[in-house]
């Protein structure tokens, strides 16, 4: 079995697509893309996972405190490397990511499959029964299903009045309240609360400051 791994030879094919693995434990866990099974529950919150893995990830990075991985930037902590790896990206403006399509070139792996779905339909659309508008990622097709469900806000700010459609919403929202700035433009270091702050910053910020 391990010779399978220097040989690159793939036994074990998918009956419902074109994906072949050189593991059966890979098999399986690859065949719950298609029939959606999460076996994986956490014990905190209503989220279920395909991998022990991504359970553990998703405990460490939203249920713990512990966050051991400083970036060396801004000095902003993270619960996982790999989340420290993203973020400093920020800084340095490296984009490891490079589509097979065409020149472009991107920070986070999410960022070149969107790219590569939009720009060259490779992937998968996930698409509302409802209105048919389609989505690069389940979860924000899933966010906006709970937009259907008109009228019901059931995540309320506990700063103030205000309530949201999603968790995500609520999650936006509430850095106006806080002090804390997280996002860092990579092009001055200026920090602000938000990501869509980020942006607009961003854009302000290229056109001011001259080409290196």
């Given at each position: ?25 890979h ?10 099974d ?18 553990q ?63 060259h ?6 698409t ?7 989505f ?11 937009r ?65």
């Open positions: 079995m391990h010779s399978r791994i220097h040989t690159g030879e793939k036994l074990y094919k998918c009956q419902l697509c074109d994906k072949a693995f050189n593991d059966i434990s098999l399986t866990i690859h065949s719950r893309v298609h029939t959606g999460k076996p994986y529950k956490c014990s905190l919150c209503d989220k279920s996972f395909s991998q022990s893995s991504d359970l990830t998703h405990e460490r990075r939203i249920h713990s405190n512990v966050r051991p991985h400083s970036c060396s930037y801004c000095g902003k902590p993270f619960a996982i490397v790999q989340d420290l790896n993203s973020h400093v990206r920020v800084h340095t403006g490296a984009k490891p990511y490079s589509c097979r399509h065409c020149s472009e070139s991107f920070g986070r792996l999410r960022q070149l499959k969107t790219h590569q779905l939009k720009s339909n490779e992937g998968t659309w996930f509302c029964h409802i209105c048919q508008k389609k690069s990622r389940k979860c924000h097709l899933k966010r906006h299903m709970q259907h469900e008109e009228g019901i806000k059931p995540y309320v700010c506990d700063e103030c009045p205000k309530s949201f459609c999603t968790a995500y919403e609520l999650k936006t929202h509430q850095p106006v309240h806080s002090d804390y700035r997280q996002f860092c433009c990579f092009l001055c270091n200026a920090m602000v609360k938000r990501k869509r702050d980020v942006k607009r910053h961003f854009k302000k910020c290229s056109s001011v400051l001259p080409p290196k």
